[in-house]
């Protein structure tokens, strides 16, 4: 029985003696009113003084000192998708997606007029690029919707439609991304398993990974001064570089030519829309930028939500928690649902992967509840807190590193 953990304000993590390890037996005589433990995910906390503030009320949470209370909160969770089901909030709004879609072409469309109306004068050309760049990032929030099946009854309708957006109107590949992506939601921040906290010996993140490198001396890169290079190799490199190789190279090594030739129809068509005002060169120069300032877009908005959360090997932790403590949610606001494509939601999207995001806003206050009730941290910031925290999450990874790498 593991004897403590981060908890943030419910309860007080119990640092046990010999190592911090308690028997059941040491557990269970803490179930008294006025001295009460209680187990999340193997880990025991001293409830005592947080009782008496529990939003549930001192008897609910009661119930469960001495006890292991990782299966109520599954029990509750379970119930609240059911009565999320009943209500019908997994059935999507045709109305919001076809608007979505529409808004994303219009820019595509209004985005190659201005040029071809009155020029290719520099300022037109980045209000272009930066219409370009909007609409690419869009129909990655709207691909995502699609590959979590979660605008379609049938999911052969979402697959045309993921392959559409994702292919025609990225040029990317709707089975890399799957592949990846669901990876990501079955082991969240977890090492060796979730793609997207493999870095490549580029950064180190969390609190175990730096150390490890430390001890093992290794040095790949100044991991000391990660929070200042992220901003050259992270958010610029990531798509135009980093994804368009690996999305070339899967599609080609695994004969997905179905994916290839969606990918490939986006190509010929914005070739032959600018090539016409550009050039092959300025248009080859158009296209590299609109990636640059997507990937900026893309970096920002997903790793608000992971990077400063905990990130660690496997800890065999059920899959409740372990969503719970890989993500954090953005305030709600029209520009915040918009910028991220409902992300903001990301607690209530990694809980419920397959319901429309336009009904985040409606299940979030019941998820923050249930958190509330068995102690479990439900964490909301506001954008700006989120992106700084992304800085200020590889600079206590690089700190741990430097002092691991001088000193153990």
């Not at 490549?200 to 990974?209: E, I, K």
């Not at 065999?316 to 910028?339: G, H, K, P, Y």
């Not at 299940?363 to 506001?382: E, F, I, S």
Request: hydrophobic share 40%.
């Amino acid at each position: 029985m593991g004897g403590g953990g981060q908890l943030t304000e419910p309860g007080e993590p119990v640092s046990g003696r010999d190592g911090g390890v308690y028997t059941w037996e040491e557990v269970q005589r803490h179930c008294s009113r006025n001295d009460q433990w209680l187990v999340i995910d193997r880990k025991v906390y001293n409830i005592t003084q947080w009782a008496k503030r529990h939003p549930g009320g001192f008897r609910v949470i009661s119930h469960y000192a001495g006890e292991d209370a990782t299966a109520a909160i599954i029990q509750d969770f379970n119930t609240l998708r059911a009565q999320m089901e009943k209500k019908g909030l997994f059935r999507a709004e045709p109305l919001f997606f076809c608007l979505h879609l529409g808004h994303i072409l219009l820019l595509e469309a209004l985005a190659w007029l201005i040029i071809w109306l009155w020029g290719t004068s520099w300022v037109l050309t980045f209000l272009c690029s930066v219409m370009l760049a909007t609409a690419q990032s869009q129909a990655g929030w709207l691909q995502h919707d699609f590959g979590h099946l979660s605008v379609f009854k049938k999911s052969s309708w979402n697959h045309i439609l993921q392959k559409f957006i994702i292919g025609h109107l990225k040029g990317a590949s709707a089975n890399w991304w799957n592949h990846r992506h669901f990876q990501h939601h079955a082991k969240p921040n977890i090492f060796s398993k979730d793609p997207d906290v493999n870095m490549l010996h580029v950064f180190v993140l969390g609190a175990t990974q730096p150390v490890e490198y430390g001890i093992k001396k290794i040095k790949y890169m100044p991991y000391h001064r990660q929070h200042q290079y992220f901003f050259l190799v992270g958010p610029p490199l990531l798509i135009p570089v980093y994804f368009h190789i690996q999305i070339m190279h899967t599609m080609i090594s695994r004969r997905d030519w179905v994916d290839l030739a969606w990918s490939m129809s986006y190509y010929l068509r914005y070739f032959s829309c600018y090539v016409p005002l550009y050039g092959l060169f300025g248009s080859l120069v158009l296209i590299s930028f609109v990636r640059f300032l997507e990937s900026h877009w893309f970096v920002w908005v997903t790793q608000m939500n992971h990077l400063p959360m905990d990130i660690d090997h496997e800890k065999r932790q059920d899959w409740l928690t372990m969503q719970l403590q890989a993500t954090c949610n953005i305030e709600q606001s029209v520009f915040n649902d918009w910028f991220s494509g409902h992300l903001n939601f990301q607690i209530e999207h990694h809980l419920f992967p397959t319901m429309p995001r336009h009904n985040y806003h409606l299940v979030a206050p019941l998820v923050r509840d249930l958190c509330d009730k068995h102690g479990v941290p439900y964490q909301m910031k506001t954008m700006w807190q989120g992106l700084t925290d992304v800085v200020g999450s590889l600079k206590n990874s690089g700190d741990l590193w430097l002092d691991a790498y001088l000193h153990k």
